[in-house]
């Protein structure tokens, strides 16, 4: 909420898709800009970038566990007709 000139402006909270914070958190990732730098250029906190990158490099490793492998589905309980 922000005050102008007497009036009480009220603003919409930015939400930004898993694709967009996937990308930034690998371009900080990789460490050839600083948080500010990417916030800057890709319009979005520096905070919100480091808590990304944090979450990206934790989750990372599920990404490669066996027990979250996609696995063939089966499809039970239908019979083909004809």
Do not use: C, Q
């Amino acid at each position: 909420m922000a005050i102008d000139e007497g009036l009480i402006r009220i603003t919409k909270r930015k939400r930004n898709s898993a694709e967009f914070k996937a990308k930034v958190a690998f371009e900080a990732i990789r460490e050839e800009l600083t948080a500010a730098e990417l916030a800057e250029e890709y319009d979005a906190h520096p905070t919100m970038i480091t808590a990304w990158k944090r979450t990206a490099i934790l989750k990372m490793s599920s990404a490669f566990d066996d027990k979250n492998a996609a696995e063939p589905k089966t499809v039970t309980g239908l019979v083909r007709k004809g």
